[in-house]
């Protein structure tokens, strides 16, 4: 049996979809899981929907997330208030889990506190989603970036698993990345507001914090044991409730990187290019441990994957079970 010292935590808040987002989640993780303990932090009328649908079982802790920690950034920037549990892995709700996530739990013990992501960011992260990419990579503005803040180099964050053990540690990651994003300014970071999104992003400021606390980033790629892959409709193939998943991994780090593109055209088009060129064209089909919806123009395929399992869980709940019908029956006798 596993610790009951380790456990999840997912938080929510705005519109209902969110919520519904966390519900889906768990209900996957379940599949593979079954034991650890799972906390959400939510606002208060998350929590009486859950309760309304009969879905706050989903949950061994429900507890409350303050107005000023309702965002991205609030929520990621204050994790040592939400730790729940002695060992701790931070998940976002747009995640779908696809494998037993015992090995992961395994690799995270060792360290006291670490995010997903690479030793090294592509140059997608945190700029341009788009050919401007190109003007900043001219200008050097990265490097620039580095030099202002005193660091030599800049990892790549996937915030959609963070891990934590250590408190003291956690609360100096926190502080450590506020500091950073205040001085925004001064780097070559785009906001998350560029790209339609509503709130900003915590992931650059994270990085910027781990490279200054010399932190291990926990490998993002790992071929077939992979903890988290981005969900991209052209990359994957799955039933509709992602119990048989598939997903086509670029061995080449820059071949895969371009799956960040939104335009489905171009996209597709310069990996039919790269498929052509020496080795940069080869990939694995593997099963990741989950996927991550965090891509916007992927959003829709969790939305309407969650939106069905709300309706079915909650269409349970509300159905009268058997034992209760029998024990009606036999009252009215």
């Known amino acids: 049996m596993p610790s009951p010292r380790e456990g999840y935590v997912f938080h929510s808040y705005g519109p ?4 519904k987002h966390a519900v889906a989640s768990v209900h996957t993780l379940r599949r593979h899981d079954p034991d650890r303990p799972v906390a959400l932090f939510c ?6 929907l859950l309760e309304r649908r009969g879905l706050d079982a989903h949950f061994d802790v429900l507890a409350d997330l303050p107005p000023e920690h309702q965002s991205i950034v609030g929520f990621k920037h204050h994790l040592h208030q939400y730790k ?34 690479l030793q090294n960011a592509d140059h997608f992260f945190g700029g341009p989603k788009h050919l401007g990419i190109v ?18 180099q800049l990892p790549r964050v996937q915030a959609g698993m963070i891990y934590a053990q250590d408190d003291a ?8 990345a506020a500091a950073f994003f205040e001085r925004a300014d001064e780097t070559h970071f785009r906001s998350r507001r560029e790209e339609n999104r509503r709130a900003e992003s915590c992931e650059w400021s994270l990085a910027l914090a781990m490279s200054e606390l010399d932190l291990h980033v926990f490998p993002w790629l790992q071929g077939r044991n992979s903890p988290q892959l981005d969900y991209v409709d052209s990359l994957i193939d799955h039933d509709p409730d992602f119990r048989d998943v598939s997903y086509r991994l670029y061995t080449h ?16 088009a310069l990996w039919g290019v790269a498929e052509c060129l020496p080795g940069m064209g080869e990939y694995m089909e593997l099963t990741p441990h989950a996927l991550h919806f965090g891509w916007l123009h992927q959003k829709p395929y969790i939305n309407e994957f969650a939106d069905r399992v709300w309706s079915r869980l909650s269409a349970e709940q509300a159905r009268p079970r058997r034992a209760d019908l029998e024990v009606g029956l036999e009252s009215m006798e």
């Open 253 to 268: 780090d820059f071949v895969y990187s371009l799956r960040g593109l939104a335009n489905e055209t171009l996209r597709e």
């Open 16 to 19: 209902d979809r969110y919520v």
């Open 84 to 117: 729940a549990f002695d060992r701790t892995l931070f998940v976002d709700a747009d995640i779908v889990w696809c494998r037993d996530p015992a090995p992961l739990w395994q690799q995270f013990a060792a360290f006291p506190f670490t995010v997903t992501g």
């Open 169 to 176: 540690c956690t609360q100096t990651v926190d502080e450590t």
């Open 43 to 48: 606002p208060e009328e998350h929590r009486a």
């Open 135 to 152: 003007v900043d990579v001219v200008l050097g503005r990265r490097a620039r970036t580095l030099r202002r803040l005193g660091l030599t």
